[in-house]
């Protein structure tokens, strides 16, 4: 009987693709579009002809084909001690997708993280899927083809504090710091994009991997979770080929992230975003981090009328270099001690009071993991579009929640408006395939 969860065999290695020769090409071409062979003759005759048929000539793919396949099996590890999806690169491509729990009881809720286990496991790594029996649905919903490819697919599960409530007997082990977002005074939170039981932070190098395995999750689990929200975002694209490791630009055309803490530093990730034994949190959640989410509207339209010594006031820094007011390079950190008054990065500046420099909150600086969004218009037509904003912290009170409090009343927030998100726990990795996410939690309430 064919395995129910679509596991099979590995993916082979990708073969090199060489164009495809079709000797009949003409011909069929000349059948799509009705023509028999004066008509072929008649389109070869006018202009632009000949540019017209250079990508099949030059083994490029043509409208209706896909690109190269590049990377697609260059997979992220799954096991460890920690999840995937906070410390390691971020790819271009993410989503967000909140769910309400609708097991219930506790042996359904282990049930359910155990399945999540077993299809995040199987789909990060990817593999065939097995065929089975037309008359039935499908394994896979075909997004990928036969074979599921990982393009560095991870999958990231977070616990809201709703799931602490009194349907499992959760409240004891809820993590110190988790709690409800608050609103801030320049939110507008909309409740149907608030909050959640579990959260799945999706990324990958391309966005139908993204689709395909929340289409897969979804499918495997719809006795068990219910959609509550979903945002996807993206990031660009470097402009110049020549520049590694470029910071991306946000919607408002600056640069985000300047000042992340480098995640690629083991030990200043075990200060800033790894929770430690004590700090009364309960010992499951022990390696899990905290993660803040914002779905951040960007006012698009008014801040491209804005001039651009205003909107480089309002940031702190030049909008091309990303360097801040009065220095040279975007790496370079500014003295805030040497200018009380503001005089070269303004007071009231967004980079300036999210992380003020002080001792306190160096210890406390958050890893942020962005996304651009964009989903059309609204009903005034204007642009729907800003940012789909992600963090991790050892500490919410102290990261997210105490920069954010900061930045309350600051000039930006005429350009910004955030309507919805939560907070999240991200819990410990699963050290091996004998162990499931969120086991410690479920261990701590049967002990």
Same mark, same amino acid.
């Given at each position: 009987?064919?395995? !129910?969860?679509?596991?099979?065999?590995?993916?082979?290695?990708?073969?090199?693709?060489?164009?495809?020769?079709?000797?009949?090409?003409?011909?069929?071409?000349?059948?799509?579009?009705?023509?028999?062979?004066?008509?072929?003759?008649?389109?070869?005759?006018?202009?632009?002809?000949?540019?017209?048929?250079?990508?099949?000539?030059?083994?490029?793919?043509?409208?209706?084909?896909?690109?190269?396949?590049?990377?697609?099996?260059?997979?992220?590890?799954?096991?460890?001690?920690?999840?995937?999806?906070?410390?390691?690169?971020?790819?271009?491509?993410?989503?967000?997708?909140?769910?309400?729990?609708?097991?219930?009881?506790?042996?359904?809720?282990?049930?359910?993280?155990?399945?999540?286990?077993?299809?995040?496991?199987?789909?990060?790594?990817?593999?065939?899927?097995?065929?089975?029996?037309?008359?039935?649905? !499908?394994?896979?919903?075909?997004?990928?083809?036969?074979?599921?490819?990982?393009?560095?697919?991870?999958?990231?599960?977070?616990?809201? &504090?709703?799931?602490?409530?009194?349907?499992?007997?959760?409240?004891?082990?809820?993590?110190?710091?988790?709690?409800?977002?608050?609103?801030?005074?320049?939110?507008?939170?909309?409740?149907?994009?608030?909050?959640?039981?579990?959260?799945?932070?999706?990324?990958?190098?391309?966005?139908?991997?993204?689709?395909?395995?929340?289409?897969?999750?979804?499918?495997?689990?719809?006795?068990?979770?219910?959609?509550?929200?979903?945002?996807?975002?993206?990031?660009?694209?470097?402009?110049?080929?020549?520049?590694?490791?470029?910071?991306?630009?946000?919607?408002?055309?600056?640069?985000?992230?300047?000042?992340?803490?480098?995640?690629?530093?083991?030990?200043?990730?075990?200060?800033?975003?790894?929770?430690?034994?004590?700090?009364?949190?309960?010992?499951?959640?022990?390696?899990?981090?905290?993660?803040?989410?914002?779905?951040?509207?960007?006012?698009?339209?008014?801040?491209?009328?804005?001039?651009?010594?205003?909107?480089?006031?309002?940031?702190?820094?030049?909008?091309?270099?990303? &360097?801040?007011?009065?220095?040279?390079?975007?790496?370079?950190?500014?003295?805030?001690?040497?200018?009380?008054?503001?005089?070269?990065?303004?007071?009231?500046?967004?980079?300036?009071?999210?992380? !003020?420099?002080?001792?306190?909150?160096?210890?406390?600086?958050?890893?942020?993991?962005?996304?651009?969004?964009?989903?059309?218009?609204?009903?005034?037509?204007?642009?729907?579009?800003?940012?789909?904003?992600?963090?991790?912290?050892?500490?919410? &009170?102290?990261?997210?929640?105490?920069?954010?409090?900061?930045?309350?009343?600051?000039?930006?927030?005429?350009?910004?408006?955030?309507?919805?998100?939560?907070?999240?726990? &991200?819990?410990?990795?699963?050290?091996?395939?004998?162990?499931?996410?969120?086991?410690?939690?479920?261990?701590?309430?049967?002990?």
């Amino acid at each position: 009987m064919p395995c !129910p969860f679509g596991f099979g065999r590995p993916p082979a290695a990708p073969a090199s693709e060489a164009p495809e020769t079709n000797a009949g090409g003409t011909n069929r071409r000349n059948v799509l579009f009705g023509l028999g062979a004066g008509g072929g003759a008649l389109l070869a005759s006018l202009p632009g002809r000949e540019a017209q048929a250079a990508p099949a000539a030059s083994g490029l793919p043509g409208v209706g084909q896909t690109a190269t396949a590049e990377n697609a099996n260059q997979r992220q590890p799954f096991y460890g001690r920690y999840q995937s999806g906070i410390v390691n690169p971020r790819p271009q491509f993410g989503l967000t997708v909140a769910f309400d729990s609708l097991a219930t009881s506790r042996p359904d809720l282990e049930k359910l993280f155990r399945l999540l286990t077993t299809r995040i496991a199987f789909l990060t790594q990817g593999g065939t899927v097995e065929q089975i029996d037309p008359k039935f649905p !499908p394994l896979d919903s075909g997004l990928l083809g036969p074979t599921v490819v990982p393009r560095n697919l991870t999958v990231t599960m977070s616990l809201g &504090a709703s799931l602490f409530d009194d349907r499992y007997g959760l409240a004891h082990s809820k993590p110190k710091h988790l709690m409800a977002m608050q609103q801030f005074p320049n939110d507008e939170l909309e409740s149907g994009l608030c909050g959640g039981d579990i959260l799945l932070q999706i990324c990958s190098d391309t966005s139908d991997v993204n689709i395909h395995a929340l289409r897969d999750i979804v499918k495997q689990t719809s006795a068990l979770l219910a959609v509550r929200w979903k945002m996807e975002g993206f990031l660009p694209n470097p402009n110049d080929p020549s520049t590694k490791n470029e910071t991306a630009r946000n919607f408002l055309g600056f640069k985000d992230g300047t000042a992340n803490p480098p995640s690629s530093d083991a030990q200043l990730m075990h200060e800033l975003v790894w929770v430690k034994p004590g700090n009364d949190e309960p010992g499951w959640a022990e390696n899990g981090s905290y993660q803040a989410v914002r779905l951040i509207r960007m006012f698009v339209e008014r801040w491209d009328r804005t001039p651009l010594q205003e909107q480089e006031t309002i940031f702190g820094r030049a909008k091309t270099s990303g &360097a801040p007011l009065g220095y040279q390079n975007e790496t370079d950190i500014p003295d805030y001690a040497a200018d009380p008054r503001g005089l070269k990065v303004p007071l009231t500046a967004h980079m300036r009071l999210a992380n !003020p420099r002080t001792k306190e909150a160096m210890a406390t600086r958050i890893l942020r993991r962005p996304f651009n969004y964009s989903r059309g218009a609204d009903k005034a037509g204007q642009l729907d579009m800003g940012l789909l904003f992600i963090c991790y912290q050892a500490d919410l &009170a102290k990261g997210f929640i105490a920069a954010q409090t900061r930045l309350n009343g600051e000039p930006l927030e005429e350009y910004i408006k955030p309507f919805g998100g939560g907070y999240f726990f &991200a819990v410990p990795g699963v050290q091996d395939k004998d162990h499931y996410l969120g086991q410690g939690l479920i261990e701590s309430i049967s002990a």
